[in-house]
């Protein structure tokens, strides 16, 4: 599909280096490998008996009863945040055809989580009322800026077309919105905002000046902005987007890669989490066809299209039975939730679009 970009071009790099694709026999030397805790996941399931006010059906709905998955995680003072999509029990019984909602859940040691009874973002009243209803607010992704806020990733989804959207917080439960990061004139959806560990925590990382965005599914993209709201793709020498990443044949993304976590810069290099869906034919054998697993890869830290390694096998996949049940069978460790707390890196995830699981790492990322 073909789209136009509402906004100019800031930001060239040569396409011949975002093209360059180095495969490595192993992970790039970033992360170790993720264990699941015993006895813990999935972190959070659905409820059936909370109920929220919704402003548009004006009527109680039972907002986080059939699925919670997707997602996004921070580290506010001392204790692990999680941003989830819930679906409520309204629509038709097919992916996408329930309204989402992102409930808000808090924890002392990353692993066990007490919920707000009501949703913190949703579709409502208000200027994104036609890109979000009734489908819903799905899929977050968040990062900290430097003087505090919150910034929010998110797809807006009205049953037509999707968006990258922006919304930002002080306090993670009181949202503004600012609508598609990328504009309103294409169908897209998955970002992450590249950041950085300082003093525990992961904030939002300028680079050459600029604060850079990597987006998609299918292909992975770059943007630039200089107030993390206000988004500009970046483009090659044919003045399309930039592609940084692409599907390979015979592998566990063969089908496409897809924006996990918010990256990380670090010296030796940005480290970007993506999911990887494998094809339904020519995929990695070792894979039921369809499977989402996370993959890994490694960006230069002054230039973040050029690619210096991805691994060929994922690093993280569906294992266990409450990843491979729910509404997506296939099989799904989608990560989108990555923070780093009491020395330990902790990865949150989709489980087969239904749960959020929970993944630890000791060695990961080093500023």
Known sequence: ???????????????AAALLVLTAASSPGQFGTFHRPDGANPVISPQKETTFQCPLRKALVHWESLHTFNPAAVVRNGKVYVIYRAEDDSGEMKIGMHTSRLGLAESTDGLHFTRRAEPVLFPDNDTEQGREWEGGVEDPRIVEAEDGRYVLT??????????????????????????P??????????????T??????LIAKKIRGHYWMYWGEGTIRLATSDDLVHWTPVAGSDGQPLAVLDKRAGRFDSSFPEVGPPPIWTPKGIVV???????????????????????????????PAKLL???EDPIFKPELAFERSG???AGTTFAEGLVYFRKKWFLYYGCADSL??????SRGPKP
């Open 181 to 194: 990061a990328l504009g309103s004139d294409m169908s897209y959806k998955s970002a992450g905002i590249v």
């Open 1 to 15: 599909m073909h789209h136009q970009f509402l906004h100019a071009v800031k930001v060239r790099l040569p396409l």
């Open 309 to 311: 390694e991805r691994t």
């Open 273 to 303: 989490l993506y999911n990887g869906k494998n094809a339904p034919a020519g995929g990695s054998p070792s894979l039921a066809p369809e499977t989402y697993a996370v993959g890994q890869a490694l960006f230069a830290p002054d230039d």
């Open 327 to 329: 509404q997506y069978a």
């Open 196 to 201: 950085s560990l300082v003093k525990g925590r």
């Open 356 to 361: 959020v699981g929970v993944a630890v790492a």
């Open 154 to 179: 998110y797809t807006q989804w009205n049953r037509q077309k999707t968006a990258a959207a922006i919304a930002t917080s002080t306090d993670l439960l009181h949202w503004t919105k600012h609508g």
